[in-house]
């Protein structure tokens, strides 16, 4: 299985950890976005979370969460994807770069969700952080400001 390097870089940084800590505030951004082109996949191919869970051999509560954003896929339900649609451009489902078939010629028929889409593009509103907080292991804390 071949991944491109920003493939493996994103899936390093989401699975970063430092004290024990994740840093979620750089993966929830990307999988908000990725639960979104998820759902365009499975509308695309025109089949339900649970008969996408069967396919790629996942529980269906594992599909049902990971749309939610309540998980986040592993590697396992990554490969899963990639080795029952060969097809599927893993690289858009995780950047969103590029398109969602590897040969745009042999996209299925309602593959053409993204113009006729009733989902909205969801736009972050301008945040700052104001403080970081950082939680030792030893049940101390320090706080950024």
């Known amino acids: 299985m071949h991944y491109s390097p920003i493939s493996v870089i994103i899936y390093i940084l989401l699975n970063?950890?430092?004290?024990?800590?994740?840093?979620?505030?750089?993966?929830?951004?990307?999988?908000?976005?990725?639960?979104?082109?998820?759902?365009?996949?499975?509308?695309?191919?025109?089949?339900?979370?649970?008969?996408?869970?069967?396919?790629?051999?996942?529980t269906k509560a594992s599909i049902s969460h990971i749309l939610s954003g309540r998980n986040k896929p592993g590697f396992d339900f990554i490969e899963s994807l990639a080795l029952?649609?060969?097809d599927f451009n893993i690289d858009w489902l995780l950047t969103g770069r590029g398109k969602m078939y590897k040969n745009a010629e042999e996209t299925p028929q309602n593959a053409d969700f993204e113009k006729n889409s009733p989902v909205t593009e969801i736009v972050p509103v301008p945040r700052k952080i104001t403080k970081v907080v950082i939680f030792y292991d030893d049940n101390t804390f320090d706080e950024i400001i």
């Open 16 to 58: 970063l950890r430092i004290n024990g800590i994740m840093f979620t505030f750089v993966s929830t951004l990307i999988f908000r976005k990725m639960n979104k082109r998820l759902l365009q996949f499975l509308s695309a191919e025109g089949i339900s979370q649970t008969k996408f869970a069967e396919t790629i051999k996942v």
């Open 84 to 86: 029952h649609f060969p």
